[in-house]
């Protein structure tokens, strides 16, 4: 059972240079969530997204763009890394609106902009 | 705005004793979701128990219980007879019900900043 899955765990950027996360899920959630984690910040939410189609800013959404054209995977893209972008993100996701419980949470990628 | 606060960054216990960690919250909501994720050295994000507001009754899994004080905003996580793998970040978390309404931060985790748990031989 994959369950979410984030490549890659690690990278390293240069100051300007783009990359894109990518998130996959195999239990057909529909909703989908983009976190920042920062030592003392606890984590963040950067963006999210309720179905395919569909995303929505979180609480620290600039720097980033996302996408989710497909229901399995959310992208999270930096178009241009900044020093102060350098974080561990995570990826999560839940089954759907009307179906409470937790996030099922990715292994995390350490991102890290020189 | 949901706010969750823990107000011990660190904490350390023996082996085979009991640890509570405090978690605070400021919500407006009557309705809604508490829980408590475990971070050990790997990363992973791992649900250690939920809390549902509207039930009374304090959720238990295992070795680990909850104090929910829905009228003081507090619901701390006791840990009894610490085992050294429960060394991790601990961190509480605030969920609005999902079916709250249509946009919005419904559905989504607010986390505190989170509590380091050293349980020591």
């Known amino acids: 059972n994959a369950g979410v899955t984030q490549t890659p765990k690690f990278r390293v950027l240069k100051t300007g240079q783009s990359m894109t996360l990518l998130c996959a899920q195999d239990?057909?959630?529909?909703?989908m969530y983009w976190y920042r984690q920062d030592p003392g910040m606890g984590l963040r939410l950067i963006h999210y997204?309720?179905?395919?189609?569909?995303?929505a800013k979180g609480e620290v959404p600039d720097g980033y763009n996302v996408s989710r054209l497909k229901k399995q995977n959310f992208l999270l893209g930096l178009e241009s890394a900044a020093p102060s972008q350098t974080s561990v993100y995570f990826c999560?996701?839940?089954?759907?609106?009307?179906?409470?419980?937790?996030?099922?949470f990715g292994e995390g990628s350490r991102l890290t902009v020189l | 705005a949901q706010t969750v606060t823990q107000s011990q960054p660190e904490m350390s216990v023996q082996e085979a004793e009991t640890v509570t960690l405090s978690c605070t919250y400021d919500?407006?909501?009557?309705?809604?979701?508490l829980f408590w994720y475990k971070q050990p050295p790997s990363r992973q994000m791992i649900l250690v128990i939920r809390?549902?507001?509207?039930?009374?009754q304090n959720a238990t899994e295992n070795r680990f219980s909850v104090n929910f004080q829905k009228a003081a905003k507090s619901f701390s996580l006791k840990i009894s007879d610490s085992q050294l793998g429960d060394t991790a970040m601990y961190f509480c978390?605030?969920?609005?019900?999902?079916?709250?309404?249509?946009?919005?931060?419904?559905?989504?985790?607010?986390f505190g900043k989170g509590t380091k748990l050293s349980v020591k031989p």
């Open positions: 999560a996701s839940r089954p759907g609106r009307r179906i409470p419980g937790e996030l099922f």
């Open positions: 978390a605030f969920m609005k019900p999902p079916w709250a309404g249509y946009g919005g931060s419904q559905g989504n985790l607010i």
């Open positions: 809390q549902e507001a509207y039930k009374q």
């Open positions: 997204s309720v179905g395919e189609g569909t995303t």
């Open positions: 919500t407006s909501e009557s309705n809604y979701y």
């Open positions: 239990m057909n959630h529909e909703y």
